[in-house]
């Protein structure tokens, strides 16, 4: 369905009403026309709804006509970006009736400005503390984002280490992260957390309370024994803003309601000013329908106008390349992707025909356990609505590392930034563990062997250790998409090390009752190979790879 204009379009109808009305009368100046009633008048009109789904069979129906899903939905019910009245009328068409929750949603977001001022304001008198561990009043834009990265890599240079994702987006724009952890120059075999923001472009608080995060680690490393113990003992990867060019433009006010990245044709880089135009508002690649595992399938749309286009291919945007190769490089035992809204803990399998994970009992149970912290509903990714394609459809399956997705947020996709604070330190029966309570178990988790597994043994002091496994990840369709996890660390002084790894068998091949083996190599630096192992080890074990022949010639 293509939607081509939406907002931008009652700029240029509340402009030439009010010139109508100046050749009316020049000479007795008139107010400006009220926008929503412009809007109201040419259908215009972008509203929340709540649309009824009484059965799963109308959920799925429903995500089949290509309109813009909130994320958010429960018994009887899914909400819906409703574009104006040609969204209506073919809900209506469709059979489907709703409530409206919010009857324009430009005028909400100008008034969660002004909350947002009111806030700033409150702060600056002191009669609000800015209670974030940033100590941040509004919103971020990006320039914020790559500031305060590197800012904290300055501030603490043996806890943070900046990098930069391996490609540009779309619009040539650099995507950066933070690395933390005790000594994070130093490879050293531990478990790592990775979390996620802004996959979703308007979704504005997932970068905010990945990036605070980071913040509460370094500020409170030392202060909350919590802490300190997991950056002993783990690494904590950030990726704020994994949707660059989308966010900039939704944060800007260009178009608010940006979803997706900036693909405006398949195969080719958008020209300078194209993604803005209005007339590609619609368009883009939704980077959360993008990944390989299972790409193609249910709640993923084959229109590139829709908001969830799942792309011309699997992994065929830079930005989902990204996060692929971040994790592939990394062994990310737990993985939080944060979205809004719906307060959810989802986890795996996304799609409702799918088996249980092999790992449903440990995999529930943290995803349980984080729940009773933020408050949120802790459950399946498919009982919101299926997809395919997203994050942990490929992190989970290709790793065996635990992966979720945080939906926060009752009603909306960036409310007023007082809520940012509510979110991560909890409100109501949540206050004083919210969010922050709920990823520092998550970081916990990463550091339990129990739920992920560890090669121990000998080596040469300074002998590059590799592990890897190519493999190939399956789509919807069948098509086969090559892969490869490569990891390394470096045997420490004294000769002893400790690998701290995801399981060697991948859980889709545990479903089909196989096992897979991880080949580690011993090397010089230079990359010379001297000995290589073949690991099989599970999820919860331990096994020991003394690399004797590698330290007779290294």
């Not at 040469?460 to 069948?478: C, D, H, I």
């Not at 690991?535 to 022949?549: D, F, Q």
């Amino acid at each position: 369905m293509f939607r081509p204009n939406r907002w931008t379009r009652i700029i240029p109808l509340a402009l030439a009403a009010v010139l109508a009305v100046g050749a009316v009368n020049q000479v007795q100046a008139s107010a400006p026309p009220d926008r929503k009633a412009v809007a109201a008048e040419a259908g215009e009109l972008v509203q929340l709804i709540r649309v009824g789904t009484a059965t799963d069979a109308d959920r799925k129906r429903l995500t089949t006509l290509d309109l813009d899903l909130a994320e958010s939905s429960g018994p009887g019910y899914t909400d819906v970006v409703a574009y104006g009245n040609g969204d209506l009328r073919f809900l209506k068409v469709a059979g489907f009736r709703w409530s409206v929750l919010e009857d324009d949603l430009a005028g909400a977001d100008r008034e969660r400005e002004k909350a947002d001022a009111a806030y700033a304001r409150a702060v600056a008198a002191k009669k609000v503390a800015a209670t974030l561990p940033s100590g941040r009043t509004s919103y971020r834009q990006l320039a914020d984002y790559n500031n305060d990265l590197s800012s904290l890599a300055q501030q603490y240079p043996t806890k943070a280490k900046l990098f930069t994702l391996k490609e540009s987006s779309l619009e040539n724009r650099t995507i950066r992260g933070l690395e933390i952890s005790r000594n994070v120059n130093v490879s050293d075999g531990k478990p790592v957390f990775l979390m996620l923001g802004l996959h979703h472009a308007r979704e504005w608080p997932s970068g905010e309370l990945t990036i605070e995060f980071a913040y509460d680690l370094l500020k409170n490393d030392g202060v909350d024994s919590r802490i300190t113990n997991i950056l002993d003992k783990a690494r904590v990867v950030v990726v704020p803003v994994v949707n660059p060019d989308g966010f900039n433009l939704s944060r800007t006010l260009g178009y608010e309601m940006k979803r997706k990245n900036c693909r405006i044709v398949n195969g080719q880089l958008p020209t300078s000013g194209q993604c803005a135009q209005s007339s590609n508002q619609s368009r883009g690649v939704d980077l959360n329908r993008n990944y390989s595992g299972f790409w193609g399938g249910p709640g993923a749309s084959t229109s590139l106008t829709s908001e969830t286009y799942r792309g011309a291919s699997a992994f065929s945007e830079p930005e989902s390349r990204n996060i692929q190769a971040l994790v592939s490089k990394h062994q990310v035992t737990t993985l939080i992707t944060n979205h809004t809204y719906s307060n959810l803990v989802l986890r795996e399998p996304g799609y409702a025909g799918a088996p249980q994970t092999p790992d449903e009992s440990i995999y529930k149970a943290l995803g349980d356990q984080m729940a009773a912290q933020n408050g949120y509903r802790s459950q399946y990714s498919y009982q919101l609505y299926d997809t395919t394609g997203v994050t942990e459809d490929w992190s989970y399956y290709a790793t065996g590392g635990l992966g979720f997705t945080f939906e926060h947020g009752a009603n909306s996709f960036h409310p007023a930034f007082s809520n940012v604070v509510n979110y991560y330190f909890g409100s109501g029966s949540t206050a004083g563990k919210g969010n922050r309570a709920a990823f520092l178990l998550a970081a916990e988790s990463t550091i339990d062997p129990a739920r992920h597994s560890v090669i121990t043994g000998t080596g040469p002091a300074g002998a590059v250790l590799r592990l890897k496994k190519p493999f190939t990840t399956k789509t919807w369709n069948g098509t086969q998409v090559p892969d490869v996890l490569e990891t390394t660390m470096v045997v420490p002084t004294g000769g002893t090390y400790t690998w701290h790894t995801n399981p060697s068998s991948r859980p889709i091949v545990v479903q089909e009752g196989g096992t897979e083996n991880w080949m580690l190599t011993c090397e010089r630096p230079d990359g010379q190979v001297l000995e290589s192992r073949s690991i099989t080890v599970a999820r919860g074990a331990s096994v020991t790879a003394n690399l004797v022949a590698c330290a007779a010639v290294f």
